[in-house]
């Protein structure tokens, strides 16, 4: 993903653009930080029709749950208290 300052991308957004179809996605930053990526439509639609579930709605999903093997806990002697 190429990586364009806001004032790049808004100075030469013809080029911009160009590059969101034809190399994929393009990364705009602010200041030095990410702020925004420049998607074709047909990325868009995709990525719309197709939404990712939250982790909440994974959680609860009933295929979620099941039985954890806990292995048992040790049987060695505690470890001394450290004197200060």
């Given at each position: 993903?190429?990586?364009?300052?806001?004032?790049?991308?808004k100075?030469?957004?013809?080029?911009f653009?160009?590059?969101?179809?034809?190399?994929?996605?393009?990364?705009?930053?602010?200041?030095?930080?990410?702020?925004?990526?420049?998607?074709?439509?047909?990325?868009?639609?995709?990525?719309?029709?197709?939404?990712?579930?939250?982790?909440?709605?994974?959680?609860?999903?009933?295929?979620?749950?099941?039985?954890?093997e806990?292995?048992?806990?040790?049987?060695?002697?505690?470890?001394?208290?450290?004197?200060?």
């Amino acid at each position: 993903m190429n990586t364009w300052a806001v004032q790049d991308a808004k100075s030469r957004f013809s080029e911009f653009l160009q590059a969101s179809l034809a190399s994929g996605p393009q990364l705009v930053t602010k200041r030095g930080a990410e702020a925004a990526v420049l998607v074709s439509i047909a990325q868009w639609r995709q990525l719309q029709t197709n939404p990712q579930p939250s982790l909440k709605q994974v959680l609860l999903e009933e295929g979620a749950r099941g039985d954890w093997e806990i292995p048992p806990r040790g049987q060695g002697l505690p470890r001394k208290p450290v004197v200060f």
